[in-house]
């Protein structure tokens, strides 16, 4: 026997559900249930780390054959018969598993051991040779396609060959002879495709079934699934070798999945898909329509009676909603797999509360169990129902939400039409794992077959992507690029809407309008009828109470700062003066960067006074008694001056026709003299203070004078001054020196004391670095993430985004844009390191960010295990940063 150093394989009765890691999850999930006394065909698992050293070599490690062989002869044992023997043969199942589910990624291989000798054994043993044959097609065409590469439309074009000839177009309807005839035929096409025979030792059929699984976790679609879903790729995945159980030995045999609760709506009952006389790849596949779960009460009752006792078992084990595969063989019910199931996202939060409820959970672990990314999608707007559409079909409301876009019918065209900005429904008779990156790119999927356990379903709910399944009136007619349905024909390129809450499809574009969780975040009213808005209430309310970071927002108006404040918002952490010199204010803003003297500059700054002090007395009041952190100018100038090849062509006509404008020249001249090669680290920020005389002593007249206003009127404003882009500390000591002399003169003519911070944006990395020098000058520090990944990065966010990031994503280079999601390592690294610094000089420096990060669900975490004090988002994502900070906060 092995030790434990080296022990790379594992029958089912050695492992359990906490092994993950290494046995990855259908293999430790299937030894839990084997552990629970529950009806598992025997088998045994082959680790991530076979997997991992498998694709670090490109070969097997050299122990692994021995261990295989040795687990491969107790199995043998437990059964009673060999692996492809003659008569009576044993037949595995060969089975991915990766640590995080990848449904449909990787491959699986069904039937291994049956050959031309042993598939005559099962006819007999059976006494049902259409059975046998039927398997050992299913065999050559899985191993044809998944271990010798060969494309698959070769094997389907060979089966409609043969329904065709029988008159059909029904699997069933083929009869022994016509399978017979079938699996010559797919010998054939394995010879002329891939050059060899197909192989008829059983064993050598496990090896290459174990070798192409572990090959197919570096496959397109798996890098793509990973890369989407966030799953690291140097995970590897797990084998499991399985004893087949038969679904499509007879009409009492079959195969299903099961779900211990609606995955679409979370409600309790009995869901899921059955389909008699198939393998499971036929539920998964769509390729025949299932019936419902609740059929089977009247097909094999004993058998759904136990299937119901296990699925109870199960999710009180689990403490969650449980996906599970189950095989019947002539009235047995055997178990396949479980795992935590996938589910949307109002599903996830009426589940979580339905635990608690049932006292299986409680509200802290409630709120680990759902996501920003679930909240977001619940914001999203539905189909108005009062408006008029035209309904032409009805299928399974797989995943909900609305969707409104083009018809397109295939994958290569989604992902070329959304490139180009295009809105795309992906339109297919069922979806397989190669159309991932079409489904993707569209809004919404819609299938002619399948189930809410198909493909399609699994992928989109994982994905969160509104889906309509098995809408059988349609008729999608991928050669002539058309579908069918109610006398309607559309053709690739004409829009559609599909309501995957219901399940509907509509021609034309329907309205779309707020969704009842945006409208609950608006108002606070919770509907007690409306059990999604009961739930989500639920769980921010625990979120609320238990999150340690407060949660601020972006907001530049006075509206922006209302709303934000309906939605939770406890402040303001970037309240952006430069959009307020734009509209009408432009030309002020123009006469002042084309001034040539002191006089008509400070002109120019008093015109803009009142108007800066009225937008900050509106936000002032909107935030009243919360903290507003408001950022003094910080773009280049030239940003408010017309574009400079515009302005070049205006003068140079108006000079043709002998009309020379003057101010145009003038403004011409300002343009080339302002211009620079790289604005992004040019003259803007502090070095505006610094360099323009009375710009920024302007910006803070009005702040405070605002602030003095509304004390006057009885509220109580919190004002935060923000110096941004410093780099250190004299920068800002000069700033703020001019802020103080400010606070003194509107002190003296107000009347009014007021009490207000001076702080600054860490956007640099010298900033970062010297943070404990700025520190002793500055009471707040802002992150400035966006900037701060620029400049670590060395990226012109602007240019770089369009130039190459999307083949960076595409080769892995990056798992996720920076701009996205913080790069930890190393922008977290200067947060980490000035956080540190800062705190180190002044201990209650209170510290947040303020770029677009500060929604970003990861980032969030990030963030409270550094320990600033707040994060800040756009308004729209103020509720996403409330939940995560929430779930940021280990339970108690």
Wanted: proline fraction near 4%; aromatic fraction near 6%.
């Amino acid at each position: 026997m092995t030790t434990a150093g080296d022990k790379l394989v594992y029958g089912f009765a050695e492992g359990n559900r906490d092994m993950r890691d290494l046995l990855g999850g259908k293999g430790a999930n299937l030894a839990e249930m084997t552990n629970l006394g529950l009806p598992v065909p025997p088998g045994f698992t082959i680790t991530t780390e076979a997997c991992r050293a498998y694709l670090r070599s490109g070969r097997q490690p050299a122990e692994l054959d021995a261990q295989v062989s040795e687990h491969l002869t107790v199995l043998e044992q437990a059964m009673g018969k060999k692996l492809g023997q003659s008569d009576d043969p044993l037949l595995v199942s060969v089975r991915s598993g990766a640590k995080f589910s990848m449904p449909g990624m990787m491959e699986t291989v069904l039937n291994i051991g049956l050959n031309d000798q042993s598939v005559r054994g099962l006819a007999a043993q059976a006494a049902n040779e259409r059975f046998a044959f039927d398997s050992y097609r299913r065999l050559i065409q899985m191993f044809g396609k998944t271990v010798l590469g060969i494309d698959g439309e070769h094997f389907e074009d060979a089966i409609d060959a043969a329904k065709d000839a029988k008159g059909t177009h029904n699997d069933l309807d083929l009869d022994a002879e016509d399978l017979r005839k079938l699996v010559e035929t797919f010998k054939d096409v394995v010879v002329e495709q891939a050059g060899r025979p197909f192989p008829q030792e059983p064993r050598e059929q496990m090896d290459l079934a174990v070798r192409a699984v572990f090959d197919s976790w570096n496959t397109p679609r798996a890098v793509v699934y990973r890369r989407q879903e966030r799953i690291p790729g140097d995970l590897g995945t797990a084998v499991s070798v399985v004893a087949m159980v038969f679904g499509n030995l007879d009409m009492q045999s079959g195969t299903g999945v099961a779900f211990t609760r609606d995955p679409a709506s979370g409600a309790q009952g009995i869901y899921g898909d059955y389909l008699q006389n198939a393998q499971g790849e036929d539920v998964v596949a769509g390729i025949r329509n299932t019936v419902p779960l609740a059929e089977l009460e009247e097909i094999d009752k004993s058998s759904y009676d136990e299937l119901l006792q296990i699925m109870k078992k199960l999710e009180e084990h689990y403490r969650d909603l449980c996906d599970i595969e189950f095989t019947i063989e002539r009235g047995k019910l055997w178990m396949l797999q479980t795992r935590v199931g996938k589910r949307t996202a109002g599903a996830a939060f009426r589940i979580a509360t339905q635990l608690v409820d049932q006292g299986l959970i409680d509200m802290d672990e409630a709120v680990s169990r759902v996501t920003g990314a679930q909240l977001a999608q619940l914001m999203f707007p539905r189909f108005d129902d009062k408006a008029s559409r035209t309904k032409i079909a009805q299928g399974m409301n797989a995943s909900p939400g609305a969707a409104v876009g083009r018809v397109v019918f295939d994958s290569e065209t989604a992902t070329r039409w959304a490139r180009s900005g295009d809105d795309v429904i992906l339109v297919r008779r069922e979806t397989n794992p190669d159309d991932l990156n079409g489904m993707i790119a569209a809004k919404g999927i819609l299938t002619s077959r399948g189930g809410k356990t198909s493909h399609a379903a699994v992928v989109a709910r994982g994905m969160g992507k509104t889906c309509v399944c098995g809408a059988e009136s349609v008729v999608v007619d991928t050669r002539n690029r058309t579908l069918r349905a109610k006398g309607t024909e559309l053709r690739e390129g004409d829009v559609i809407s599909i309501d995957g809450t219901t399940g509907e499809v509509f021609a034309g574009a329907v309205p779309v309008v707020d969704s009842p969780v945006v409208r609950y975040f608006e108002d606070g009213a919770v509907e007690e009828s409306d059990d999604l808005v009961v739930a989500v209430d639920r769980i921010m309310r625990h979120a609320d109470g238990a999150r340690r970071m407060v949660v601020r927002a972006n907001a530049d108006t006075a509206e922006d700062a209302a709303r934000a404040r309906r939605f939770g918002a406890q402040g303001i952490g970037l309240c952006r003066t430069e959009h307020m010199f734009l509209g009408d204010r432009r030309k002020l803003v123009e006469r002042l960067i084309l001034a040539e003297d002191d006089g008509t500059r400070e002109k120019q700054l008093d015109e803009l006074l009142p108007l800066q002090r009225e937008d900050f007395v509106g936000v002032l009041e909107a935030m009243d008694g919360l903290p507003v952190t408001i950022r003094l100018l910080d773009p280049p100038l030239h940003e408010f001056l017309p574009d400079i090849t515009e302005l070049s062509v205006r003068v140079a006509v108006a000079e043709a026709k002998g009309e020379p404008r003057e101010n145009d020249l003038r403004m011409l001249q300002a343009v080339h003299r302002l211009h620079e090669q790289n604005p992004m680290l040019g003259l803007r920020g502090v070095r505006l203070g610094v360099v323009i005389p009375g710009l920024f002593e302007m910006q803070s007249r009005a702040i405070l004078e605002a602030a003095a206003a509304r004390i006057d009127a009885g509220g109580v404003p919190r004002v935060e001054i923000m110096v941004p882009l410093v780099a250190n500390v004299q920068e800002f000591e000069t700033v703020k020196h001019n802020i103080i002399q400010v606070a003194r003169e509107v002190r003296a003519s107000t009347g009014v004391h007021l009490e207000f911070l001076v702080g600054t944006m860490i956007e640099l990395p010298r900033a970062a670095l010297t943070a404990d020098q700025i520190a002793d000058a500055a009471e707040f520090f802002s992150f400035g993430t966006n900037d701060l990944t620029q400049t670590t990065w060395g990226f012109s966010r602007d240019d770089v985004e369009a130039a190459f990031f999307s083949a960076y994503l595409e080769q892995g280079i990056f798992g996720i844009s920076p701009f996205e999601s913080l790069d930890v390592e190393g922008v977290g690294e200067l947060v980490a390191i000035a956080v540190e610094k800062g705190r180190s000089r002044r201990p209650g420096l209170k510290l947040g960010v303020c770029g677009e990060h500060g929604g970003d669900p990861d980032s969030v975490h990030f963030f409270d295990r550094v320990g600033l004090d707040y994060v800040s988002c756009s308004p729209f994502r103020v509720p996403v940063a409330r939940l995560e900070a929430g779930r940021a906060v280990p339970p108690a």
